[in-house]
């Protein structure tokens, strides 16, 4: 086995030693709390750890097929074979015959134009008949990050939650003199009920495939997650409320709202930026933003405002320079937020959003699934986003488009 081929297969075993501990280790913790069925951490865990192990059988068995070609070739007059390539290059090594070169030479030491001869003797092949060799994962596709993973969470136990607000105060303290009436101090609250929002999905494979090509099961798995979690960013953005839809940040009633639009100042998006967060710093939840949601091409426009000299604005140097930032504050972009509009958010005083089921995988049949050897697999999750300080959020219109 060459050094390379060594050197990744031993990163494979022990990557997949590690992630097997941290899995048991997890394992025993839910067992030791009651819990009988893995998690979503713990099942994408699991899914890894599947794929690492295919990754080194098959590693083995690469380094058992290279040893054997090397014995083989190794044995061969004149062999130049050496170590397994390592790299693209390797594989298709720039390679001439002895003969070839040796006739190049003494050309060149004559001076003489040198010409690499191509000769076609008859020959036999079955090369164009052999099997293509399958790729033993699949391509898979490409996802976003989860924007529930910037937010606040809080666990629920029924499938609604309800929180008392502190909404207003009637009445205001102040100074008083010797024997003075003490002015009253009304505080007026309310109730938020929101109820948990079940996002699915299901995918049935044959007996056939998962038994042809167990990778191609792992992979679906995975990428049944991945789905949800795509439905998950759009209704944490832009859920309408209509039922089944839970109500998303830009149909919150009661949110702060900025048009960049009345911005005529130069730079325009970015004046209108720290104007929106100077209007939520003074709002009624005296709120610091940590976090702006914005559109991949509108984020795009708005790092590219340079000024008379063509300095950008977004950093002099932005080759070396810190440009995920607008003002101190994390942006994060995805396609899911609609472009030409922006999120700011202080996600310490925003709210929540309520888990009653955390995103979970079930098998099972559904239908004549059974009698058509299909086998269906379920991901579900149910959770609501709960506003609690709509004040702490802004919703800014009128950005750049592109």
């Given at each position: 086995?060459?050094?390379?081929?060594?050197?990744?297969?031993?990163?494979?075993?022990?990557?997949?030693?590690?992630?097997?501990?941290?899995?048991?280790?997890?394992?025993?913790?839910?067992?030791?709390?009651?819990?009988?069925?893995?998690?979503?951490?713990?099942?994408?865990?699991?899914?890894?750890?599947?794929?690492?192990?295919?990754?080194?059988?098959?590693?083995?068995?690469?380094?058992?097929?290279?040893?054997?070609?090397?014995?083989?070739?190794?044995?061969?007059?004149?062999?130049?074979?050496?170590?397994?390539?390592?790299?693209?290059?390797?594989?298709?090594?720039?390679?001439?015959?002895?003969?070839?070169?040796?006739?190049?030479?003494?050309?060149?030491?004559?001076?003489e134009?040198?010409?690499?001869?191509?000769?076609?003797?008859?020959?036999?092949?079955?090369?164009?008949?052999?099997?293509?060799?399958?790729?033993?994962?699949?391509?898979?596709?490409?996802?976003?990050?989860?924007i529930?993973?910037?937010?606040?969470?809080?666990?629920?136990?029924?499938?609604?939650?309800?929180?008392?607000?502190?909404?207003?105060?009637?009445?205001?303290?102040?100074?008083?003199?010797?024997?003075?009436?003490?002015?009253?101090?009304?505080?007026?609250?309310?109730?938020?009920t929101?109820?948990?929002?079940?996002?699915?999905?299901?995918?049935?494979?044959?007996?056939?495939i998962?038994?042809?090509w167990?990778?191609?099961?792992?992979?679906?798995g995975?990428?049944?997650?991945?789905?949800?979690?795509?439905?998950?960013n759009?209704?944490?953005?832009?859920g309408?409320?209509?039922?089944?839809?839970?109500?998303?940040?830009?149909?919150?009633?009661?949110?702060?709202?900025?048009?960049?639009?009345?911005?005529?100042?130069?730079?325009?998006?970015?004046?209108?930026?720290?104007?929106?967060?100077?209007?939520?710093r003074?709002?009624?939840?005296?709120?610091?933003?940590?976090?702006?949601?914005?559109?991949?091409?509108?984020?795009?426009?708005?790092?590219?405002?340079?000024?008379?000299?063509?300095?950008?604005?977004?950093?002099?140097?932005?080759?070396?320079?810190?440009?995920?930032?607008?003002?101190?504050?994390?942006?994060?972009?995805?396609?899911?937020?609609?472009?030409?509009?922006?999120?700011?958010?202080?996600?310490?005083?925003?709210?929540?959003?309520?888990?009653?089921?955390?995103?979970?995988?079930?098998?099972?049949?559904?239908?004549?699934?059974?009698?058509?050897?299909?086998?269906?697999?379920?991901?579900?999750?149910?959770?609501?986003?709960?506003?609690?300080?709509?004040?702490?959020?802004?919703?800014?219109?009128?950005?750049?488009l592109?």
């Amino acid at each position: 086995m060459s050094s390379a081929v060594t050197g990744l297969y031993d990163e494979l075993v022990r990557r997949r030693d590690q992630l097997k501990r941290t899995l048991e280790e997890s394992l025993l913790e839910a067992r030791s709390l009651g819990r009988e069925s893995m998690n979503a951490r713990e099942r994408a865990m699991y899914d890894d750890l599947q794929q690492l192990n295919e990754n080194v059988e098959y590693q083995r068995g690469e380094a058992d097929r290279r040893a054997q070609i090397d014995a083989t070739l190794a044995g061969l007059p004149g062999s130049r074979h050496g170590r397994a390539p390592g790299t693209a290059g390797r594989l298709a090594p720039l390679h001439f015959a002895d003969e070839e070169l040796r006739r190049l030479q003494t050309a060149a030491q004559r001076g003489e134009t040198a010409r690499i001869e191509q000769r076609s003797p008859g020959f036999s092949t079955a090369d164009t008949l052999l099997p293509a060799e399958l790729f033993p994962f699949p391509v898979e596709q490409v996802h976003e990050g989860r924007i529930l993973d910037r937010l606040a969470g809080y666990a629920i136990e029924a499938p609604s939650v309800t929180f008392i607000r502190h909404v207003s105060t009637t009445g205001a303290a102040g100074p008083v003199a010797e024997g003075g009436t003490k002015p009253e101090v009304i505080f007026n609250t309310n109730a938020l009920t929101a109820e948990a929002v079940k996002l699915a999905a299901n995918n049935g494979l044959s007996w056939e495939i998962i038994a042809d090509w167990p990778a191609f099961q792992s992979y679906c798995g995975t990428e049944l997650y991945r789905q949800i979690v795509d439905v998950e960013n759009q209704q944490l953005l832009s859920g309408s409320g209509t039922a089944p839809n839970m109500v998303g940040f830009y149909n919150t009633s009661g949110i702060l709202t900025f048009d960049a639009s009345t911005v005529t100042t130069v730079p325009g998006p970015w004046d209108a930026l720290e104007r929106a967060i100077a209007t939520l710093r003074t709002g009624p939840a005296l709120a610091v933003p940590d976090l702006l949601v914005l559109n991949p091409a509108t984020w795009s426009a708005i790092r590219r405002q340079v000024n008379t000299y063509g300095q950008y604005y977004v950093a002099p140097d932005p080759s070396t320079d810190q440009v995920g930032q607008a003002w101190g504050v994390d942006v994060l972009s995805t396609t899911m937020n609609p472009a030409g509009k922006g999120l700011l958010l202080d996600t310490t005083k925003l709210g929540y959003v309520a888990v009653r089921e955390s995103l979970s995988m079930r098998i099972g049949y559904s239908g004549t699934d059974f009698t058509q050897n299909i086998l269906r697999t379920v991901a579900e999750e149910r959770l609501v986003l709960c506003v609690t300080r709509p004040s702490a959020v802004l919703a800014i219109s009128n950005l750049p488009l592109s």
